[in-house]
């Protein structure tokens, strides 16, 4: 079973949001993403944007995921693929609605995993096989999409 995870609130800007999360300056405006009336407006990027945009929905999961939710409800090794992107025009704006896979492993039983494998890893007694399988079987799968406003960089 998939938890639900909360949608970031819009009360303070994002652009403070992710400076004070993050250290990091980025030119951007607008909601969280989560669809596109709350689309995340680019307006400069130091990457190619496919990139930067995955790094903006990077920083939304790990909100999502682990800074706004209790230790013992937290997930680690949060990773996200792009799997699916179109682009759209509305109102002479240009938006880029990307899907993402999001992988992840409750914080606890991620440190476990790590912990075992470093203590069995060489041994004979330790099954990789195993190992990894239990990973895999404990290992959080949700899609999401993002929504990208990239009309002034493109």
């Not at 992988?103 to 004979?124: P, W």
């Amino acid at each position: 079973m998939i938890p639900e995870f909360k949608q970031i609130s819009n009360d303070d800007p994002i652009q403070d949001v992710i400076q004070s999360a993050f250290d990091a300056n980025f030119a951007v405006s607008g909601g969280w993403g989560y669809s596109q009336e709350l689309a995340t407006a680019i307006h400069h990027a130091d990457l190619p944007l496919a990139q930067f945009e995955h790094v903006l929905a990077s920083m939304r999961a790990y909100f999502e995921m682990n800074m706004t939710l209790p230790k013992e409800e937290r997930f680690g090794s949060i990773n996200l693929n792009e799997t699916h992107r179109e682009q759209t025009v509305q109102n002479s704006l240009l938006y880029d609605k990307v899907t993402y896979e999001i992988t992840a492993l409750k914080e606890d039983l991620y440190t476990q995993f790590i912990n075992d494998y470093k203590e069995g890893y060489g041994k004979e007694e330790f099954d990789m096989t195993e190992h990894f399988n239990q990973r895999k079987k404990a290992t959080l799968h949700r899609t999401v999409e993002h929504w990208f406003e990239v009309s002034q960089i493109i």
